[in-house]
Structure formats: C-alpha cells, structure tokens
C-alpha cells in the first residue's frame, strides 16, 4: 500500500495530498500570468507580428528543460526536486548553488506581484472614492496568501486550481471569439489576416528584432519547473512530473502562441501599447466594450495565481535546503497539517522586506533586488540541462531504454537546450534595456557561489 506521504532527508514528511488536477493546474498557473496578458504588449511593440515566432522558438526550449526533467524524474523516482536532479548529477555545490538562486528568485517575485495586485486594487477601490496606499493592500494580500498556504499544501493546490481554471477558461474564450473574427464569422469584411504583413510586412523590425524578443519572451513563458517542486506532494509524483513534462507544456504554448497570432490578426500590431493589455485592445476592436474590466479581473486572477504560487514555492524549496543540511535544520519541522510553516513565513517576512524596499526606495533598492533575480532562472535552466547529460552518460544503455521518458534526439536536443540558454544570456549582457539585470544577477550568483565553497569547507571540516 503506497504511503500517503514522502520522506525527505531530515525529520520532516511532505504530504502526498495533490491531485492530478492540482499539479495540472499548478503548471498552467505558474506559465500562464501577467507576463502574457499584460507583458506581451512590450514584445509585440517591439518586434511586430514575428513576435509569434518568438514565442514559438523560447517555448521549444522551455518544453526541452521539462522533457529533460521528465526524463531525470523518471530515471530517479526518489529523488523530488530539480536541485536534487542537479546535486546528484554535479554535486553538492550545485545543489546549494542552485537551490539558494532560485529561492531567491521567487523571494523577489512576492513583493513583485503583491505590488501589482495592490495597484489593481487601488485603481478599483479609488473608483469608490476611497484612498489606500498600495503598501497597505499588498500587505493585506501577502496576509491573505501566507494564510492559505499555512492551512495546507491541498489548500494551495485548491486555491490555484480555481486561479488557473479562471485564466484558462478566460484564454480559451478569447481565443474563440478571436478566431471568429480572424475567419470573418463576425467581422464583416474588416480586414484580419492581411494584418500580419500590412505594417511593414510580417517581420517590420528585422530578424534580429525578432530574436531579440526571444529572450524577453523567455521569462514570460517560465515557471513550468513548478511542476517538479509540487510533484513532491503529489499522489503520483513520477507520473505526474512525467505527464507534465511533454503534453500540458505543449497545451500552455498552444495557448501562447495561439492568443498572441490571434491578437496581431485581429489588430494591427502599431496599435498595441506597450504596458497595456493587448487581450484588452483586441477585444476592444471586436467592439467588447467591457473588455478593459473583465481584463482586469483575469490580470489581478493572474497576479495572485503567481503570488500564490511564490509563497508555495519559496517555503518547498527552502525546507528542500534545510532537510539537505544547506539551511538552518529548524526549517525541516512541519505542523500537524504536513506544512513547513516556518519556511513559509520566512517568506513572507522576505515579501514585507521587499514591499517596504519598494516603498521607501523604489528606484534604488528594490529595482537591485528585482534586477539581481533578473537572469537566475536562466542559467538554473541551463545547469538543469548540464546536469541531465551527465547522468545521461553514467546510465547504462540498458537501464535508459528502460525509461518511459526519454529525452528527445539526445545528445543532440540537449545540448540544443544548453546552447539555447547561452544564447539567452548573452543576448541580456549584449542588450542595454537587459545589461544592467545580467550583470546584476552574475554578481548574485557570484555570491551564491561564494557561499557554496564556505559551506561545503564546513561540512568537510564537521566529518573529519
């Protein structure tokens, strides 16, 4: 009979309580945020309709990182992260590298999106008359949110099923009733398909405008890895990783790349505005005069899904580190309801940092801190690629044939994978509006790195 709960170095169990259902939708929420209906706006501005292909090339790579994850999950039933995935095939040092960066990552994101949320709210509440400093409502969200994810981990899984199915169901009526137009069943003769190559022709800004938008894409479209980390309380965490890693990936950037040809079909891509809903623009075109409110709506669904999903993934990862002796011990410790509570309000108590940085020095500290995450997930991304090939060589012809997952056209795809995020990362040191992000984040990793050989020094010194 299989255990309701997973053991994990050290003296806490995760319980196994997700669904299948929960992880789907904790994938689809964790890709499917702002950054698509608010932060595609930039990217179509700046590349034209070619930023369809942008989408296209940065969710390959995207579907790649999860096929090799599948792949390691698979192969390694017992291990139920990527950073133990990545210490097992480089080491400790990169376990505790890449755990601590990719904490850190999603330690930003909370203020980041408690932020915008509260801005949203704002906007509504002052419709009313009535005054709120954005500070307070966000951190009255992040409240709302610690609280959640305190109850417990189906409790998150709940919250962001419902979150994600919002934002879905909201996607997939969008892409209907654009489709309608584009085909002309309800456009009556307004010109659609002839947008994609009016305004200069279908790549107006150049192939390299083009490619560039791959690597602001890029970090629209991460956040699939979640599934690996949700995996861990899952019911069937191999299955569930294995599943995640190919056919709902490929669905999510069906959804991307459908909703984002649809838009510059529907509208004439000079028209969209930098900042503003594209989703908003379009609808608008085809005479939906509520659009600019029920946009709102899904964007604010969309901000607390992430913000959900930030204090969900920053307390697993770092009661991952402390059961792996890479954080203080007193972090392992769970309540009666299997939920690390003291990583989660380590979390939060980052978040409250994070909004009053926000607060006093917005330009200074905080867009440091939001600038020193800016390439992290990046090369996580590309370490997570290194680490699938080298465990690929030490497996044994035999033992890989016998997985159910495989990596596609290895070694090739893989080192595809590796290529594709080097190409990223340059392309940020090379781009001005990027630079100061890439060489903010190398200096973080730099940190982390320094941190890893003090604490891998002290580890050596407590065995001898």
């Not at 179509?44 to 292909?53: F, K, S, T, W």
């Not at 137009?181 to 800004?205: D, I, K």
């Not at 069937?236 to 790349?257: G, K, N, Q």
């Not at 056209?409 to 001005?432: E, K, N, Q, R």
Request: with cysteine; aromatic share 10%; hydrophobic share 60%.
């Amino acid at each position: 009979m299989q255990s309701d709960t997973v053991m994990v170095e050290g003296s806490g169990e995760l319980r196994r309580v997700l669904a299948s259902r929960h992880v789907t939708m904790i994938t689809i929420g964790g890709i499917m945020g702002a950054g698509l209906f608010v932060g595609s706006s930039v990217t179509i501005a700046a590349a034209g309709p070619a930023i369809v292909l942008s989408y296209l090339i940065a969710g390959t790579m995207v579907l790649l990182i999860m096929r090799m994850l599948g792949e390691m999950a698979v192969a390694m039933p017992h291990l139920r992260s990527f950073g133990d995935f990545v210490r097992t095939g480089l080491g400790d040092w990169a376990g505790f590298t890449v755990g601590w960066l990719y904490w850190y990552f999603w330690v930003v994101v909370v203020p980041v999106e408690a932020i915008a949320g509260a801005q949203l709210l704002q906007m509504w509440i002052a419709q009313l008359g009535i005054a709120v400093p954005a500070w307070a409502l966000g951190v009255a969200l992040m409240a709302v949110m610690t609280g959640v994810n305190l109850m417990s981990a189906r409790s998150y899984g709940e919250f962001e099923f419902w979150f994600a199915l919002i934002k879905v169901a909201a996607t997939i009526a969008f892409m209907l009733t654009a489709a309608a137009w584009a085909f002309g069943l309800t456009s009556g003769g307004v010109p659609t398909w002839s947008n994609l190559v009016s305004g200069g022709g279908f790549a107006p800004r150049g192939v390299l405008a083009m490619l560039a938008g791959v690597t602001s894409v890029f970090f629209a479209i991460m956040g699939a890895e979640i599934t690996v980390i949700a995996a861990a309380e899952s019911r069937e965490p191999t299955r569930a990783v294995a599943r995640m890693a190919t056919s709902v990936i490929a669905r999510i950037l069906i959804f991307y790349v459908g909703s984002i040809l649809l838009i510059v079909t529907v509208v004439p891509w000079q028209q969209i505005v930098p900042g503003k809903s594209p989703f908003t623009t379009a609808l608008t075109a085809m005479h939906f005069r509520w659009a600019s409110t029920a946009m709102s709506f899904i964007i604010l669904t969309a901000v607390l899904s992430c913000l959900n999903s930030a204090y969900y993934i920053t307390s697993r990862v770092l009661f991952a580190l402390a059961a792996r002796g890479d954080a203080p011990a007193a972090l392992v410790k769970l309540n009666h309801r299997g939920v690390p509570v003291r990583s989660v309000l380590m979390g939060s108590v980052a978040g409250l940092a994070g909004i009053a940085a926000a607060t006093i020095s917005p330009q200074v500290v905080f867009a440091f801190l939001v600038n020193a995450s800016g390439a992290l997930v990046v090369l996580i991304y590309m370490i997570i690629a290194v680490a699938q090939i080298r465990l690929r060589r030490a497996r044994s012809a035999a033992e890989q044939k016998a997985l159910p997952v495989q990596m596609w056209l290895y070694p090739f795809a893989s080192y595809v994978a590796v290529a594709g995020m080097a190409v990223v990362l340059v392309a940020m040191a090379i781009t001005p509006s990027m630079a100061s992000e890439f060489y903010t984040s190398m200096a973080t990793v730099a940190l982390a790195l320094a941190a890893a050989w003090v604490h891998g020094r002290r580890k050596r010194a407590r065995k001898r």
